[in-house]
Structure formats: structure tokens, C-alpha cells
């Protein structure tokens, strides 16, 4: 088991930096404006709560590909509390064990809780860079997130979960080399506003 409450703690804190005016802006995410990916982040951290709590329905049989999410008017409170229900749910020795269910895949829940914490690692390195803002994961979950991508990066035809991973020199920080496994590039920054 791994506690997720640090990497969610730490995203949680930089929705109260994310100004409105940019929440039109570009992200490291193609597809998402800000307001897209912290609807996203608020849709994730309930999917992987409720594959946690093994409570399956609409919330872990969702595709997130399925359309452009929509951000609710209160996500400067419910975002951080629903990240700090993702964490809970975590805590539990069984959200680790048998089977369960996120974005409509069934997968063990040793691997779904892994999946859970890199989502938020990954997005919350995304929405820092989108919002100028420092971002320093705990080293346990930057680890556990290198750990996760790492196999993809020595076979051609694998991709990380948001692309092919980006090369990074070998004694890059962890947090860089992390971000390149994913498939983002670590020197990303938004254009001029």
C-alpha cells in the first residue's frame, strides 16, 4: 500500500493559485484548456475514490476519452475535497486487493491504486506548469510513478499514458524523468499570455 494523501494534498494546494483568468489557458494536455483538466482532475479523483471503495457505476464505467469534461461551479471546494476522498478510499488495505474498475477497465487494485496516484502526479505537474506555479512531489510518489512508467520506455510499440515517452537525460531529477515517461516534455512552459 502507499498513502496517495501527499501527492493529493499537494495538487489540492495549488488549486487555491489557479486565478480565473487562467483558466483558459494552455496546459502540457493538448486537449485541455486548465478548466478542462481541472474538470478532469475532479472527475478522476472520484473515479479512482469509488474503484478504491469498489462502489462501481456510472463514475468507474466512464470512458474519459468520451467527451471534453465540464468544470463545476464549486471546483475550488470540491476538488480538493474529492481528492482528499481519493486518498482515503486508499487507505483501506482492500481498495488494494481482487479486482476493480476505472474509466470502464477492469484492473487488480494494487494497479489501480498505482494508477490513481500517477494520474494525480502527472496532472498536477500539468496544471502547475499551466498556472506558473511550483510543483515538488514526496519522493515516495514520484518513485512509485517511475516505477509504474518505467517498463513502457524500453519497448518501442508501448506508450506512457499520455504519449510516448520523451527522452530525458538519465540523471535529469526524478520528477523530470517521471514527466518524460509520461510523454511530456519537462522544459514545457505556456506560451506568452
Not at 478548466?35 to 463514475?59: C, I, M, Q, S, Y
Amino acid at each position: 500500500m502507499l498513502d496517495l494523501g501527499p501527492a493529493t494534498r499537494r495538487v489540492a494546494q495549488l488549486v487555491d493559485g489557479v486565478t480565473d483568468d487562467r483558466l483558459d489557458g494552455p496546459t502540457p494536455c493538448p486537449d485541455y484548456a486548465v478548466r478542462e483538466l481541472l474538470a478532469h482532475l475532479a472527475g478522476l479523483a472520484v473515479a479512482f475514490r469509488d474503484a478504491g471503495r469498489k462502489a462501481f457505476g456510472p463514475t468507474t464505467d466512464t470512458d474519459p476519452q468520451s467527451g471534453l469534461p465540464v468544470l463545476d461551479d464549486d471546483w475550488r471546494t470540491a476538488l480538493p475535497r474529492r481528492l482528499d476522498e481519493l486518498a482515503a478510499a486508499w487507505r483501506a488495505p482492500e481498495a488494494w486487493e481482487g479486482t476493480t474498475r476505472a474509466g470502464g477497465v477492469t484492473l487488480p487494485g494494487e494497479v489501480a491504486g498505482l494508477v490513481a496516484l500517477n494520474e494525480v502526479l502527472i496532472h498536477g505537474w500539468d496544471l502547475a506548469r499551466a498556472t506558473g506555479q511550483e510543483y515538488a512531489p514526496d519522493e515516495a510518489s514520484l518513485e512509485a510513478s517511475y516505477a509504474l512508467l518505467a517498463p513502457t520506455a524500453d519497448d518501442p510499440d508501448q506508450r506512457g499514458p499520455f504519449g510516448p515517452p520523451v527522452p530525458v537525460p538519465a540523471d535529469a531529477p526524478l520528477l523530470d524523468r517521471v514527466i518524460g515517461l509520461s510523454g511530456r516534455r519537462p522544459d514545457w512552459r505556456p506560451g506568452p499570455r
